[in-house]
């Protein structure tokens, strides 16, 4: 999640062991001090349970649960990041190994067609090794380009920068100015993978109303006028973690043939149908709860489901 808690110095050297190793030494050192904790009878903080009750509409057992995960995943997707920065290029070869597609098949038809595609993760999970797996795997020799607004997230950019290493042509690119989504477009037109995230706030342009668990939810969605201009295919994904390695699970690929506003809501629908999937299928690894509030309109409520009921409905963009 966008602000992830401090790593102590013991956690940051876990980021030297192999995948399987760090992320298993990190739950189990977890288990042992949440045990101490019960002990010495020290009570949890709920964390986004309140969050996941409302949202999701889940009971405060499991919401409770998954917000204990969802602090887990905060620290090992910065072990993660640490691990991208500091490990050598072998060891960052067989991390990206343990990484599996689900369905490698429509990838390899895509990468095949040798025609511009966009991919469109969300940011969950290790999402910039997945990158990197699909980088390699699947369109070795190609250049990506990572779109954003800003150039001041300084660690993220040494962490993407370093996937050089394992020859993958990373580039960046600002998209605040008209010629610069154009320059994307000509790098489009020239091979180069574009990297576009699909759970962008609305803030960041051409935002999109898609509705998500009964809430207005809007996110920005340029993607689509990105994917005309160049004749893209459009690829939406999701990583998730698991002890042993990651996993990409591929959304519905589509192109975009015109600019009528049916068939930016049939788009826009598509890629709100693989959002809420990604996030129904495991909301403790969305990075981007903390910004809940930059999604929905300031009147959006939603109301307190917990088992003992009956509560004042929350304000959660407020």
């Not at 409302?54 to 204990?68: D, I, K, Q």
Request: glycine share 8%; with cysteine; proline share 7%.
């Amino acid at each position: 999640m966008s602000t992830a808690p401090h790593i102590p110095w013991t956690y940051g050297h876990l980021a030297g062991l192999p995948l399987a190793w760090r992320r298993r030494i990190l739950q189990s050192a977890l288990a042992a001090r949440d045990l101490a904790g019960r002990l010495r009878g020290r009570r949890e903080g709920t964390g986004f349970a309140e969050t996941f009750q409302g949202v999701l509409r889940l009971p405060r057992r499991e919401a409770l649960r998954l917000s204990r995960l969802a602090y887990r995943h905060d620290l090992a997707s910065e072990i993660e990041w640490c691990a991208l920065h500091r490990r050598p290029v072998g060891a960052i070869l067989r991390d990206i190994a343990r990484v599996q597609v689900t369905e490698p098949a429509v990838m390899e038809r895509v990468a095949a067609t040798g025609r511009p595609v966009i991919l469109a993760p969300l940011h969950m999970g290790a999402y910039v090794l997945s990158l990197a797996c699909l980088m390699v795997r699947y369109f070795p020799g190609r250049p990506m380009l990572v779109l954003r607004q800003r150039d001041d997230m300084a660690m993220e950019t040494e962490v993407i920068e370093r996937l050089r290493e394992v020859d993958v042509d990373v580039r960046f690119l600002n998209v605040s100015e008209r010629a610069d989504f154009l320059s994307a477009v000509r790098f489009a037109q020239k091979g180069a993978v574009i990297v576009v995230f699909c759970d962008l706030a609305p803030s960041y342009g051409a935002p999109a109303d898609m509705p998500m668990f009964g809430l207005p939810f809007r996110f920005a969605f340029g993607t689509d006028t990105l994917a005309r201009l160049t004749g893209a295919t459009v690829v939406p994904l999701a990583t998730t973690m698991e002890d042993h390695g990651d996993t990409i699970s591929l959304g519905q690929p589509f192109e975009v043939r015109g600019s009528a506003p049916e068939e930016r809501a049939a788009v826009a629908g598509i890629m709100r149908r693989h959002i809420q999937a990604a996030i129904s299928s495991r909301p403790e690894q969305w990075h981007l709860w903390p910004s809940l509030a930059d999604y929905l309109p300031s009147s959006a409520t939603v109301q307190d489901n917990s088992p003992a009921g009956g509560g004042a409905p929350q304000d959660l963009a407020a």
